[in-house]
């Protein structure tokens, strides 16, 4: 079981909003670790989308954001397209574990 | 651009050492964390550890008494060991780069799938 706790799936309709919750500890993201985001396209190799609770690297669109309140963290995915189809994955510094990632959040476009 | 390449045997017998290597596409190796993680099949992404310049290594707890991660510059290259492997090993392993500062994985390899059975 994750430390990192997420959501297993979310879905919506093209076009709508989506969120990804991102539950921590006061060891992460309760101590004001960054927190970083991953797309995993099927078959893929994961990608990083989020960087730092809330910027995007070169080339994602700006329909991907974060954020972070307190030991949680957030995805949000607007404008939801087919090829968001993917599993997302948090990630944050822990203090007794470097990497710690989330469980996964498959996102399913209806 | 920056390019993470694993290679190693993709099947392994029980009780016996994983070892997979690294190559990497840049310029230098100072600066970042080189770093290992794994994913079995149809699961979620589990950090092995990391290596930094100087040698030193960093490894997931659950799994340190079996691993060595080890660095060599010249050859631009960083390796995984996992001594004593069961089929709860099996997975596709990452390599990946791994920011100081704020410890994103910024570049990962394409992944290599290890299966372990007799």
Sequence with gaps: QSVLTQPPSVSGAPGQRVTISCTGSSSNIGAGYDVHWYQQLPGAAPKLLIYGDNNRPSGVPDRFSGSKSGTSASLAITGLQADDEADYYCQCYDSTLSGLFGGGTKVTVL | ?118
């Design chain 2, 1 to 118: 651009q920056v390019q993470l390449q694993e290679s190693g045997p993709g099947l392994v017998k029980p009780s016996e050492t994983l070892s997979l290597t690294c190559t990497v596409s840049v310029d230098s190796m100072r600066s970042y964390y080189w770093s290992w993680i794994r994913q079995p099949p149809g699961k979620g992404l589990e950090w092995i550890g990391y290596v930094y310049n100087s040698g030193g290594t960093r490894t997931n707890p659950s799994l340190k008494s079996r691993v060595t991660i080890s660095l060599d510059t010249s050859k631009k290259q960083f390796s995984l060991k996992l001594s004593s492997v069961s089929a709860a090993d099996t997975a596709v392993y990452y390599c990946a780069r791994l920011r100081r500062g704020d410890y994103a994985f910024d570049y990962w390899g394409q992944g290599v799938l290890v299966t372990v059975s007799a």
